[in-house]
Structure formats: structure tokens, C-alpha cells
Nanobody, 120 residues
Framework: QVQLVESGGGLVQAGGSLRLSCAASGRTFSNYAMGWFRQAPGKEREFVATISASGGNTYSEGRFTISRDNAKNTVYLQMNSLKPEDTAVYYC?????????????????WGQGTQVTVSS
């Protein structure tokens, strides 16, 4: 199983940007597709972005961009033009297949999450 640790969350004003990082350890990172999800209080977990194991295929929602550096065992989420409704705990996840997925239960390993708060 892959161990994941997110970082980079915090408080930002509306219109601002943040870049989240997720450091992986324990298995061969480059064999895993990765994803970002978020969950706001009282709401269901929501898909944000996904990237294939090679990094060649990505899919993300709106203002967010996912990328990875397999040499550093790290996946990133660049978030631009943030809005108050983007406030949530953001989770990094790994799936033991090379292809992307936007479905949370297709992921095998999860980080502890990092809080993102966007003020108006």
C-alpha cells in the first residue's frame, strides 16, 4: 500500500491560488494513478482531479490542474481563482492501476487530508 501525506493547504482570499502537494512512499509511485478529492462539512466526497501513472492523461474540474513528478514521488494540485465554495478538506488518493478514475471507491490509499479555507 502507498502512504500519502498532503501539504499546502491554508487560508486564502477569494480569487487567490494555492498549490497542494502529496508525497507518496511505500510502493513504486510511478505504477499508481493518482487523484484529488475534497469534502466540505455536511457534504459528500467530491472528485477534483485525476492523473494517470505516467502523467500522460489528466482530468480535472474547472480551475484546478493536476500534475505529478514521479522522480519526487509527488503529485500536485494547482488551484486558481479560488472561491469560498472551494472550502473543504482536500484528500490525495492512489489507485493500483495506471489509468485515471474520478470515482472515489476505485482508490486504494488515502492521505489524511489538508484543509483549504477560502474567505470572501
Amino acid at each position: 500500500q502507498v502512504q500519502l501525506v498532503e501539504s499546502g493547504g491554508g487560508l486564502v482570499q477569494a480569487g487567490g491560488s494555492l498549490r497542494l502537494s502529496c508525497a507518496a512512499s511505500g510502493r513504486t509511485f510511478s505504477n499508481y494513478a493518482m487523484g484529488w478529492f475534497r469534502q466540505a462539512p455536511g457534504k459528500e466526497r467530491e472528485f477534483v482531479a485525476t492523473i494517470s501513472a505516467s502523467g500522460g492523461n489528466t482530468y480535472s474540474e474547472g480551475r484546478f490542474t493536476i500534475s505529478r513528478d514521479n522522480a519526487k514521488n509527488t503529485v500536485y494540485l494547482q488551484m486558481n481563482s479560488l472561491k469560498p465554495e472551494d472550502t473543504a478538506v482536500y484528500y490525495c488518493a492512489a489507485r493500483k492501476y495506471r489509468s485515471t478514475s474520478s470515482v472515489w471507491f476505485e482508490y486504494d490509499s488515502w492521505g489524511q487530508g489538508t484543509q483549504v479555507t477560502v474567505s470572501s
